[in-house]
Every structure is written in C-alpha cells, then in structure tokens.
C-alpha cells in the first residue's frame, strides 16, 4: 500500500523484521494486531523469508490468536514504503540492515533467542516457545504502552 493510503487510513503502521520472518517476527504481528489491531496497521517481514513456524502457531492458538494465515513475507517487498514503527527482533537483522532500514519514525530492537532451532522432545520446544511469546508479549507493553495487554487469564503460564 503507498504512503498517502496509509496515511489516509488513520492507522500507524508498524513493521516487525527478523531474519526469516517465521517465528518473532510472526509472533509480534499477531499479538500486536490481537492487542491494538483497530489503532495500527501491521506487518512483519524476513531478510530471507521461510514459512511460518508451526510451533509458533501452536502457542499463539493456545492464547486464542490464529496466525495460521500469516505468511513469511521478504523485506524487499516493503522498499519504498515508511513506517511509523520499524522494529527488529534479532541481531542478525539489525546488523544486516543497519543501512537499509526502512524509514520509520521510531526505530526499536531487542534480540529475541528463536526456539525453531530447538531439538528438544517437543514438551521443551513448546515450553520455549511459550516463553518467547511472553517476553515479546511483555515488551509489546513497553513499546506500544496505548495498546491494552491480553488478559493474562488468556496467557497459559511458562513452566
């Protein structure tokens, strides 16, 4: 969508960027359209784009959020286009595109450890999965602090 319809939206728009765009980045997305969909407009992208983590899938499902038609999209998809907020969930990322960021009023990173690499019993993967859809969860609550959180009765706890 160009610029002069996002702006003719009335939404923010926030763009979440990790290295495949198949788990943080996913996950960002749908919590934060869960939690303030009707207030900004969200996408996520990857430097090279996989399919969505089925894990990922499974523990957003637990909390009541389908990302399940969520698809890995490529960075490049978005050039030219500007975002309110551009935010960054791996180093790898942040490194990578440190220079070729695109435009956003507020730029924000933290490093978020991705579980996919995991080759635990899958009690474990799912655990750590858990876990890393809360901490993302909680740090939604710190960078976008208008956005009311889940209702943490919603949220299974991370053993």
Known sequence: M?????????????????????????I?????????????EISSAGIA???VNPYAVTVMKEIGIDISHQRGKSLNGFRGRSFTYVVTLCDHARLALSSSL???LYVNHRAFTSPSELRKNKEDVLAEYRRLRDEIDAWL???FPDCPPLPRATLPSTP
């Open 102 to 104: 695109p435009p956003g």
């Open 49 to 51: 784009p996989a399919g």
């Open 28 to 40: 960002a997305e749908g919590l934060l359209r869960a939690r303030c969909g009707e207030r900004y």
């Open 2 to 26: 160009p610029a002069e319809e996002e702006t003719r939206t009335g939404k923010e728009t926030v763009l979440f960027i990790c290295s495949f765009n198949s788990v943080r980045s996913q």
């Open 141 to 143: 609550t710190e960078i």
